[in-house]
């Protein structure tokens, strides 16, 4: 399984409201090679790889002092922040009247149901889009933002991971989008990318409210879906070097050919393809721009997280799920606005293993000496006391026991840490250390 890089694993400053799914097996994918070789010791003791329940975990430091593996973030706005949704918002006003006086306000059609889908770079984004448009009955063909921007300046900001102009974006796809048909319903993929197109489609589903308000019969109810799909930065660097080396080889076969086949075409080679630094770059750039601005929109929409580290097979399973649960049992708009804020436990999860991952990580580039200390005091006192004991299902160990000089509150939080990992739920109170795991169920031979 890949390891999430450090970039990948910070934690979004906000709780996204979203049904999220992932494996197990991508969540358990976590740490770095340094950290993993560090507990590699303490792994060979053990089979005990499930995650358990670490959004519950409350690990605390001393007595009556816990520490939750979810991160606190604050809620406040800056004064940057307000002055870029202020210029979004103006913007996108600039582009709405342009339409409007283009096209006529009788004629400002949207569809009445738009996916916005966006993806990590590699992450299959444009494979799944037909999959995803089966699952929620869309017909007409996706609007490929990228294929929109063939001006030689957009080309060549692509060409080196950068993002294009909102204006040029939005105008472009506001072109197409009016297109009749998309009326029943379309899948927008590549947008929005930035946060101030995030605002935008926001302004955008407050206007299209506004013309259904005024007039429900021409204008029907918006509605707005997000969807990603996502991979940790290694496995999108990887990915996308795999596939400028495929459509390379794709691309000289054709060449090599003395006749095209009918349906056979060029393969796009983007230089992203094929330089480490630039595919690097291009996920940094999703990572600080696109994911932030799809999960900020999760405060007003339905909002899907869709993990692709695993085969496409297991990716498809998971939008099937997402796509069943919202067509067959989906909550009416009214009872969906008073409970879409509350996060699901799939979503809790995973940002506490992200939390987790980085705590190890950053304590074993801080003091590798510590934690490997730590990790020798794991495997000398604490694991003989899980084996001899694995079919209660705790132990409770006197942290007295350890070296002082190594179980300090920081090698004590490291070994708490790293107990987690390995799938074990623990808390310390004063003096006490209690550790839990699934005890094994057997069978008895009566029953």
């Known amino acids: 399984m890949m390891s999430l890089v450090r970039q990948a694993r910070r934690v979004c400053p906000s709780i996204r409201n979203t049904r999220c799914v992932s494996t197990s097996a991508n969540v358990n994918s976590a740490l770095t090679i340094k950290t993993r070789a560090s507990l590699f010791s303490v792994s060979n003791n053990i089979h005990a790889r499930a995650i358990g329940s670490i959004a519950n975990n409350q690990i605390s430091l001393k ?10 973030y604050s809620t406040k706005t800056s004064v940057r922040e307000e ?16 339409t409007r006086k283009r096209v006529g306000a009788d004629d400002m059609l949207f569809p009445k149901e738009i996916m916005w889908l966006g993806g990590a770079p590699g992450s299959g984004k444009s494979t799944h889009t037909k999959f995803i448009m089966k699952e929620r009955g869309i017909t007409a063909p996706p609007i490929v933002v990228s294929d ?7 080309l060549a900001k692509k060409a080196t ?3 294009v102009g909102d204006r040029e974006v939005v105008e472009a796809l506001f072109e197409k989008i009016l297109d009749p048909k998309y009326q029943d319903g379309v899948v927008i993929d590549g947008f929005p990318r930035t946060s101030a197109q995030a605002d935008m489609v926001h302004d955008l589903h407050k206007e299209l409210m506004k013309q259904h ?37 794709h691309n000289i076969a054709l060449k090599a050919a003395d006749a095209k086949e009918e349906d056979a075409e060029e393969l796009e080679e983007r230089p992203t393809d094929y330089d480490p ?14 994911f932030a601005a799809l999960e900020s929109l999760g405060k ?63 304590a074993q580039v801080r003091d590798p000496a510590l934690f490997e200390q730590v990790a020798a005091q794991l495997s000398t006192h604490v ?27 920081q090698g004590q939080q490291i070994a708490m840490d790293v107990l987690a990992d390995r799938g074990f739920r623990c808390w310390a109170r004063g003096s006490e250390l209690e550790v839990r795991w699934p005890a094994p169920q057997l069978r008895r031979g009566a029953e």
């Open 300 to 362: 007003h929409f339905i909002y899907n997280f869709v993990s692709s580290m695993g085969s496409k097979a297991e990716t498809q399973a998971n939008i099937r799920k997402e796509m069943e649960y919202q067509s067959s049992t989906e909550l009416r708009e009214s009872t969906f606005k008073m409970i879409h804020k509350l996060p699901c436990a799939h979503e809790l999860t995973f940002r506490a293993r992200q939390t987790l991952v980085s705590s190890l990580d950053s």
């Open 83 to 98: 002055l870029d949704h202020v210029a979004a918002e103006s913007l996108f006003q600039d582009v709405w009247e342009k």
């Open 148 to 154: 929109l921007l063939k001006s030689p300046q957009a």
């Open 277 to 290: 630094q630039l595919a690097a770059k291009r996920y940094a750039a999703f990572r600080k721009e696109t």
């Open 383 to 409: 694991y003989p006391l899980i084996e001899s004991n694995f079919m209660h299902g705790r132990v409770y160990l006197d942290v007295n026991v350890f070296d002082p000089e190594v179980f300090t509150a």
């Open 63 to 72: 007595k009556g002092e816990a520490r939750s593996l979810t991160p606190a």
């Open 161 to 163: 991971g950068e993002l």
């Open 213 to 249: 308000q005024a007039n429900p019969t021409r204008f029907p109810y918006p509605i707005f879906r997000i969807a990603v799909v996502y991979i940790d930065e290694q496995a999108s660097i990887h990915r996308q070097l795999q596939r400028g080396q495929e459509n390379k080889k």
